[in-house]
Nanobody, 121 residues
Framework: VQLQASGGGLVQVGGALTLSCTSERPFPSYGVGWFRQAPGKEREFVAH???????TYAESVKGRFTVSRDNGKKMVTLQMDKLKVDDTAVYYCAAESRVGVPVDPREYEHWGQGTLVTVSS
């Protein structure tokens, strides 16, 4: 599964962005996670959606971010609202076939390239 993340950009505090994770091939049996990595920091878990569409969020984004998927369109979307400066990072999507909701990036088998999100004050 080859993934491609897109939709990053520059936005002001309080604004919104929508990130997309797409694949040329269907990936309905995979869970998909979103991670982000800020300069000088480790890659951190942001959100996950199971193959059945059940979402999980990191505490730092709960209530502001929404993850969804459209298997017919081979796409997983991360809607990011009420953005904060601390949300600035390169965002990655990744696919996994584990049981449960893995939050460790090492458990993900396929990664897309990152897309940069910059939130300015």
């Amino acid at each position: 599964v080859q993934l491609q993340a897109s939709g990053g950009g520059l936005v002001q505090v309080g604004g919104a962005l929508t990130l997309s994770c797409t694949s040329e091939r269907p990936f309905p049996s995979y869970g998909v996670g979103w991670f982000r990595q800020a300069p000088g920091k480790e890659r951190e878990f942001v959100a996950h959606i199971t193959w059945a569409g059940s979402p999980t969020y990191a505490e730092s984004v709960k209530g502001r971010f929404t993850v969804s998927r459209d298997n017919g369109k081979k796409m997983v979307t991360l809607q990011m609202d009420k953005l904060k400066v601390d949300d600035t990072a390169v965002y990655y999507c990744a696919a996994e076939s584990r049981v449960g909701v893995p939050v460790d990036p090492r458990e993900y088998e396929h990664w897309g390239q990152g897309t940069l999100v910059t939130v300015s004050s």
